[in-house]
């Protein structure tokens, strides 16, 4: 039975999740979406939105396992407060199911897919679309980053610690096509 894994980018105004399955050797990202809440006033609102969807997503899909990105900075206390407290409400839905949530950092999450934790949000989107077949190639950030938070923990499940890969030598800005061409285990056949 293949992994389905589910990577959740936990957010009080939008959260990202992906579905993450291996089929015939090709990684498939089966949904990747974003919950929108801007409309829902209440923070309170937002969080029990937050639980009620991931909880149903769960039980559609079934996955075997499921990863969270952990916020770690922010320049406004309140804000990562909510983040925080948006967090919690997507592991209690996983715990509420009977599954384990993971916990990743964004820097371990970036490092796993592009061997560098301070890649931007388009270096990741880059890699992903090289190394899984995408529902849609326009994908939110927020959902792209759900993907990414899964790619982690497939990766770590296989043994390939994500906190541990070796970085490549031509860790240069805006240097991917060398990258690519010196890691070419890491990139889908195009």
């Excluded at 974003?34 to 209440?42: G, P, R, S």
């Excluded at 916020?71 to 309140?78: A, E, R, S, T």
């Amino acid at each position: 039975m293949p992994e389905v894994i589910l990577g959740i980018d936990p957010g009080s105004r939008i959260t990202g999740y992906a579905v993450l399955t291996e089929e015939h050797g090709k990684l498939i990202a089966l949904r990747c979406d974003v919950l929108k809440m801007a409309h829902i006033e209440e923070h309170s609102d937002r969080l029990q939105f937050i639980f009620e969807n991931i909880s149903g997503i769960i039980k559609s899909i079934k996955p075997t396992k499921c990863a969270v990105e952990t916020p770690i900075y922010g320049v406004d206390p309140q804000a990562m407060l909510k983040l925080g407290r948006a967090q919690a409400a997507a592991i209690l839905a996983i715990k509420n199911c009977g599954l384990e949530a993971t916990e990743y950092f964004p820097k371990v999450v970036k490092k796993s897919i592009t061997g560098n934790g301070n890649a931007s949000k388009d270096q990741v989107a880059f890699m992903l679309k090289k190394m899984v077949t995408l529902p849609d190639e326009k994908l939110p950030s927020d959902a792209t980053d759900a993907l990414a938070v899964a790619w982690c923990h497939m990766m770590n499940n296989r043994g390939i610690p994500a906190s541990t890969k070796k970085t490549h030598q031509n860790n240069k800005k805006g240097d991917w096509s060398a990258f690519v061409e010196q890691n070419p285990d890491r990139v889908k056949g195009v």
